[in-house]
T-cell receptor, first 114, second 116 residues
Framework: AQTVTQSQPEMSVQEAETVTLSCTYD???????LFWYKQPPSRQMILVIR??????QNATENRFSVNFQKAAKSFSLKISDSQLGDTAMYFC???????????FGKGTRLSVIA | DAGVIQSPRHEVTEMGQEVTLRCKPI?????LFWYRQTMMRGLELLIY????????DSGMPEDRFSAKMPNASFSTLKIQPSEPRDSAVYFC??????????????FGPGTRLTVL
């Protein structure tokens, strides 16, 4: 069974600084998809970024980028120029091809401090 | 598009009562997922549908839980009878996979259920 591990329950960062959230996963599949979701206090699950395992290039969305290391089964999220609105729970998630359900990590609570 | 719609947003009920949670997926999406979020267990899948047919319900905790999808635009998750340990946030998500790819799952706002 696939598992997703987020080893940092809580993190904090100063406004405008850069922070990296860690995620590792375990799978025997060669093709799969990885996601980072953000859950602010409103509890809405918001997609931040996605990565296809067959793509070597790391995904980037504005201030958000990933460091995808397939051999190490690592998928970290880097947030640049942190903003107060980035304060939220961040979940790493995994799914195989074909729209199987997401497997989530336990989450990292990120606080951005003014 | 309005996104995935869930109702009610909050539900408070007493132990033993029946609870029905509702979900309207994004129009055109043919996959629908029900997830539950608790402090102890995190986010976990309960059941998912493809073209209104249940594909995997192995995450449904017990017989007190049931889910239906009578048409492409509506799904329900029912708990009868409810128990305090069912207190959680219940999310519905939908997606539309392109051939050879996996599309993103879009989540509704969730229903916070409290069973007293």
């Amino acid at each position: 069974a696939q598992t997703v591990t987020q080893s940092q329950p809580e993190m904090s960062v100063q406004e405008a600084e850069t922070v990296t959230l860690s995620c590792t996963y375990d799978t025997s599949e060669s093709n799969y998809y990885l996601f980072w979701y953000k859950q602010p206090p409103s509890r809405q699950m918001i997609l931040v970024i996605r990565q296809e395992a067959y793509k070597q290039q790391n995904a980037t969305e504005n201030r958000f980028s990933v460091n995808f290391q397939k051999a190490a089964k690592s998928f970290s999220l880097k947030i640049s120029d942190s903003q107060l609105g980035d304060t939220a729970m961040y979940f790493c998630a995994f799914t195989n091809s074909g729209n199987t359900p997401l497997v989530f990590g336990k989450g990292t609570r990120l606080s951005v401090i003014a | 598009d309005a996104g995935v719609i869930q109702s009610p947003r909050h539900e408070v009920t007493e132990m033993g009562q029946e609870v029905t949670l509702r979900c309207k997926p994004i129009s055109g999406h043919d996959y629908l997922f029900w997830y539950r979020q608790t402090m102890m267990r995190g986010l976990e899948l309960l059941i998912y549908f493809n073209n209104n047919v249940p594909i995997d319900d192995s995450g449904m905790p017990e017989d007190r839980f049931s889910a239906k999808m009578p048409n492409a635009s509506f799904s329900t998750l029912k708990i009868q009878p409810s128990e305090p340990r069912d207190s959680a946030v219940y999310f519905c998500a939908s997606s539309f996979p392109l051939w050879g790819s996996t599309d993103t799952q879009y989540f509704g706002p969730g229903t916070r259920l409290t069973v007293l």
